[in-house]
């Protein structure tokens, strides 16, 4: 699940909410952080790319470059707040549901979704090399329309 509450239906206690949580990820909550935070977490759970991230602050007048709009998502990503998912080399997608999941990838619409947890079993994973340890194990499995 998401690190933050679910504050959706109470817009005016949101913005302190993001604040706090922003606080104790040890980030700072620059004006463009918490706006671009108002936008991941405002409507729930959800897959968001950097450029559809962008997109929706360029459309609610929030002045953001896509170089900050990049940045913001890893330093959320480093601090626990959300799960990249990365489709190949060039596509990543930044999931604010953190807990252990899987993901489908509508390969026609370029749309990540996630798989019920209890859907897929891994076993078998080879040990991790020495001095380090398994994190967590992504699978994505792609489909199309057929």
């Given at each position: ?7 959706s239906?109470h817009?005016t206690?949101r ?16 004006r ?28 609610a007048?929030v002045p ?13 990503q ?5 799960r ?5 080399a ?10 252990d ?8 619409e ?9 859907s897929?079993?891994?076993?078998n994973?080879?040990?991790a090399?020495?001095g380090?340890?398994?994190t ?11």
């Amino acid at each position: 699940m998401s690190p933050l509450p679910d504050n959706s239906r109470h817009p005016t206690s949101r913005r302190p909410c993001l604040t706090a949580v922003l606080r104790m990820a040890r980030l700072r909550p620059t004006r463009q952080r918490v706006a671009l935070a108002e936008l991941l977490y405002g409507g729930g759970h959800r897959h968001v790319s950097a450029e559809q991230l962008h997109g929706e602050a360029v459309d609610a007048g929030v002045p953001v470059s896509l170089a900050t709009v990049y940045n913001t998502l890893h330093q959320f990503q480093n601090a626990g707040l959300l799960r990249e998912i990365t489709v190949d080399a060039a596509r990543s997608y930044f999931d604010t549901n953190t807990s252990d999941h899987h993901h489908f990838f509508i390969e026609d619409e370029e749309r990540v979704m996630d798989i019920p947890s209890n859907s897929i079993e891994v076993r078998n994973l080879p040990r991790a090399p020495r001095g380090m340890e398994v994190t967590h194990v992504d699978v994505i499995v792609r489909v199309r329309r057929n």
